[in-house]
């Protein structure tokens, strides 16, 4: 069990393989990979379908599909000396009343 881990740091400084090279080697590494994944990325656009035209593009229905509504605020209304409501104290949040139990 290594209770510390200064010798392993004192001896990748010491050696030129894990000190320079190491990293060097990983870095160009990852450089080729990144670069080996230009082409394929190319070649995978290529197999999909072109985007459509402006003549196939989706039309706009005749008549509105979002309606926006004003609630109506009910219930009592927030308490004005910094206290706050509990969750028990809300009332349900709806523009009607709802049915009482």
Known sequence: MLTSIEPLVQHAAGNPVLGG????????????????????????????PPPPRPEEQPVAPAHPTHLEQTREPGGAPFPEDGSRLTPHELKPHSSRPGSER
């Open 21 to 48: 090279v190491g990293p060097l080697v990983a870095g160009i590494v990852i450089v080729a990979v990144l670069i080996g994944v230009i082409p394929w990325a190319v070649r995978r656009r290529k197999t999909q």
